[in-house]
């Protein structure tokens, strides 16, 4: 071999070894899926949309939605609207194991924005029901009643199997409604859903036409008036418009969701938190005051400590704008927040967050970022199996469409990322295990596009993560 092809051809052994190099240091992080999803514009379903179908009948309750109403699970919130008149409050009820019928008294409330007025939005809640039971309940007056019904959560313990959904951002157009389908036509059957904010987005219509809230919650009345939604706030639930004279944040999301925040001794819907079989849920408010001393942390510090992992094994945080986000939109939107509350969200050991916002997919290894101190310049995530696993799940398909545009390279801390629409399940099996999946909208309804088996951070901290395995 001469001189110059042997300096050519280690040039090239070189150049190979650099790529692998290279290679090495750029797929630092987990998996960027290769799914190739067909690029469709997202639109608003139209309002003669069947999914907007107005009940028959003069006044005929609509939009019918169901939460949790107590701080264990033996309390439901029934809402609803009628449109012509107030008509009654009264949630008749009984127990499929009974004839016993019984009454609960609600009460209904209005509100105008700019130039609409609500129908009036009736919230009663039925409380002292027992655990485990089928209820039905029935609201409306004569010909025009209607009867739904729900099951409530066996009694709070540390080894009660439960299923939650997870959905996000919402909204009202044809991927929101392949979400909501594929969420209810899982196999792996969900008993309520962790709802992560922004629900209608009504406020991207001209003066945040509220005609869109109404349409939303007949949308998904089909879930929501059967099994409850466990309430987050984002940032289209604000509905802050100055310009037109609308200056109370949240009005039209707060008088039409009602949470049971007094139960956990919250003085806001905002934030609050519930027990439900084994898992203690915390629901936090990214557009609510987090700074020291204020409302809501003062709440959360004094609320951590409350958490006993022996009755509730499972600690899940509800947030709306994510604290690990690789994604080009929102980023760093949930810096402040993060740097207030992720010291306690490791030392008292959260099992996962989930977050909203981002319209896309995203769950990260279990990392945090608390040892930086101004001067120390230790500013990045490191494993951290004291730490929460984060979830994004703002893939519901709302208006806006899909994020598709990530940070590159995948951060080491990002263990999957997929800018698909979809949902999310959480099969909670006892106190150690819980089942993990992500569900994409243009697959099967049996397909699990991302899974993990979780551990607990307190019954069994051992590393879950496909990095630890491989
Ligand atoms: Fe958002």
Sequence with gaps: ????????????????????????????????????????????MPLDSDVFSVPPGHNTPQQVHI????????????????????????????SEKSKQKYKASGKVTTYTYYNYTSGYIHHCNIKNL???????????????????WFTTPPEVGPDV?????????????????????????????????????????????????????DTWGRFVERST???????????????????????????????????????????????YSIKRASAYIIVLSSYSAYGKYTPQYKW????????????TPWLIVLVHSPWYNSYNYHYMEGETMRVMYEPWFVQYKVDMVFAGHVHAYERTERISNVAYNVVNGECSPIKDQSAPIYVTIGDGGNLEGLATNMTEPQPAYSAFRE?????????????????YSWHRNQDGYAVEADKIWVNNRVWHPVDESTAAKS
């Design 300 to 311: 959360l510090e004094e609320e951590l400590p409350k958490v006993n992992r022996t009755e």
């Design 1 to 44: 071999m001469s001189l110059s092809r042997m300096t050519s051809f280690g040039y090239c052994i070189l150049v190979v070894l650099g790529l692998i190099v290279s290679e090495s240091v750029l797929c630092n992080g987990g998996v960027t899926s290769s799914f190739v999803r067909k690029v469709e514009k997202t639109i608003d």
């Design 419 to 435: 800018a698909s629409f979809g949902h999310a399940t959480l099969a909670i099996k006892n106190r150690t295990h819980a089942y």
């Design 225 to 271: 008036a059967y099994q409850p939604w466990i309430w987050t706030a984002g940032n289209h639930e604000l509905d802050f418009a100055p310009e037109i004279g609308e200056t109370k944040p949240f009005k039209p999301y707060t008088h039409r969701y009602h949470v049971p925040f007094r139960a956990s001794d919250s003085t806001s819907p905002l934030w």
């Design 161 to 213: 199997p439960y299923t939650f959904g997870l959905i996000g951002d919402l909204g009202q157009s044809f991927d929101s409604n392949k979400t909501l389908t594929h969420y209810e036509l899982n196999p792996i059957k969900g008993q309520a859903v962790l709802f992560v904010g922004d629900l209608s987005y009504a406020d991207n219509y001209p003066n945040h036409d509220n005609v869109r809230w």
């Design 130 to 148: 027992k655990f485990d039971t089928k209820y039905y309940y029935k609201i409306g007056i004569g010909r025009v009643s209607r009867t739904f």
């Design 67 to 94: 939460t949790q109403g107590d701080h264990v699970g033996k309390a439901v919130i029934v809402s609803w609207v009628t449109m012509d008149e107030p008509g009654s409050s009264t949630v008749v009820y009984w």
